[in-house]
């Protein structure tokens, strides 16, 4: 079984940086694609970022509104994926999860929350205007 624990969120003024780490344990994190989503009451999860298993030819996607603000990487010595975001905006204050699923080629990534099989309990970040 494979655990993920979220760290990173907080309290953030608008235009201010926040660097998201999703620590896994249990499994060989190597093999799993990662990505985080994030929700809000009333909306459904969206995926904000994916990342694929492979550090050596990572393929990634990006929601198009978060596209230059927030990055995504990871790094498997560590079992860490991460998420850096700039220039925070308060429409992205949410609880950001984190999410792995068995990678289907080094270049997979996955944008939907049915095709993850593990989730982390969420982080909240919330931005002031």
């Known amino acids: 079984q494979l655990q993920l624990v979220e760290s990173g969120g907080g309290l953030v003024e608008a235009g201010g940086s926040l660097r998201l780490s999703c620590a896994a344990s249990?499994?060989?994190?190597?093999?799993?694609?990662a990505g985080w989503f994030r929700q809000t009451p009333g909306r459904e999860r969206e995926c904000v970022a994916a990342i694929s298993a492979s550090t050596w030819s990572e393929g990634t996607y990006y929601l198009d509104s978060v596209k230059g603000r927030f990055t995504i990487s990871r790094d498997n010595s560590k079992n860490t994926v991460y998420l850096q975001i700039d220039s925070l905006k308060p429409e992205d204050t949410a609880v950001y999860y984190c999410?792995?699923?068995?990678?289907?080629?080094?270049?997979?990534?996955?944008?939907?929350?049915?095709?993850?099989?593990?989730w982390g309990q969420g982080t909240q970040v919330t931005v002031s205007s």
């Open positions: 999410a792995a699923v068995v990678g289907g080629s080094q270049y997979s990534w996955y944008s939907r929350d049915f095709e993850y099989d593990y």
């Open positions: 249990g499994r060989t994190f190597s093999n799993y694609a």
